[in-house]
């Protein structure tokens, strides 16, 4: 099985279109998109469009995508995105798409986390709230909002996992799997923080073990069956690195061969003057409010 995995495209259909071409005619069993298609970037109707297209498996919402659909205030954003954010969700209404897209992520049965093939997919965090019952808002919270960067809130995380595996408090509607997804997945997929990660835990020791994704890109990762994973494939459209925005479309390839499952992380450079072009003359001069002079992403 080969599932590709791709998320925080934010708009920005070059992009999304280095991935199309770099992967190809490659066979894929399934396309997992890890949420947030909207915000930031000048392109909402061509990357609605694509992804449509492209008979998306697992497609799960990010926080961006819940704000544009008015399931949350804009007031969650920095107010520097907020702007941009209404100028897009207008811009969508102008063109008669906004009702179809915000009816797609309102749906009672759209999932905040799903399990699939074993593995755990959200958009954010996977650390199950450990307040019991959790309510839809917490769960949300957690599930669109929550980053995971450092070693403390992975660890965090994956405590409440155990904690919930050890006492679930049920169910909800939000997320994707019943009583029976108590137990600890061997692979968990989130996004969120638009840098590559890859990161083993030791099931009942509290330990975890970092992986330098970033220094050797296109690298086969064995993963273990005796330790749980989590995987960030990073961002396709607004990929962050350690000295800030990077032009360059990430995502990974999960290939499940006959001795367990691996990952590769993929990084396709593209042609950021286009997209820069392209978000002055969609925003205007909302982008000199927006986006500042740093980066437009």
């Known amino acids: 099985m080969r599932i590709l995995i791709l998320a925080d495209i934010h708009a920005n259909h070059v992009a999304l279109d280095a991935v199309w071409q770099a992967v190809g005619e490659q066979a894929f069993d399934e396309i997992w998109f890890l949420g947030d298609l909207f915000g930031r970037g000048p392109w909402p109707v061509e990357v609605w469009d694509s992804l449509k297209a492209a008979n998306i498996t697992v497609w799960l919402p990010g926080n961006w995508d819940w704000i ?51 593995m755990l997919a959200t958009h954010a965090s996977f650390g199950l709230p450990g307040q019991r019952p959790a309510t839809d808002d917490i769960l949300a919270e957690v599930a669109l909002e929550e980053y995971l960067r450092s070693r403390e809130d992975f660890l965090g995380a994956w405590n409440r996992w155990l904690i919930y595996r050890e006492r679930p408090w049920g169910h909800s509607r939000l997320v994707g799997f019943d009583r029976a997804g108590q137990r600890l997945p061997r692979l968990m997929l989130g996004g969120h ?36 994973w989590y995987i960030n494939p990073g961002s396709v459209g607004a990929a962050r690195g350690e000295r800030g925005f990077k032009a360059e479309a990430q995502f990974a390839i999960l290939e499940q061969k006959k001795g367990g499952w691996r990952v590769q992380f993929q990084r396709i450079p593209y042609d950021y003057s286009l997209v ?12 000199r409010a927006t986006y500042g002079q740093e980066s437009l992403l």
């Open 193 to 228: 923080t638009h840098r590559p990660v890859l990161a083993s835990f030791h099931r009942e020791a509290r330990q975890i073990r970092f992986y330098s994704v970033d220094s050797s890109p296109n690298t086969w990762y064995t993963l273990s069956e005796f330790q749980c």
């Open 276 to 287: 820069q072009q392209e978000i002055r003359r969609f925003y205007g001069d909302v982008s």
């Open 68 to 118: 544009l659909a008015g399931m949350w205030s804009p007031a969650r954003l920095a107010p520097q995105w907020i702007p941009g954010l209404l100028w897009q969700r207008q811009f969508l209404q102008d063109v008669g798409l906004f009702s179809k897209i915000a009816d797609f992520f309102r749906r009672l049965d759209f999932p905040l986390m799903i399990q699939r093939h074993g």
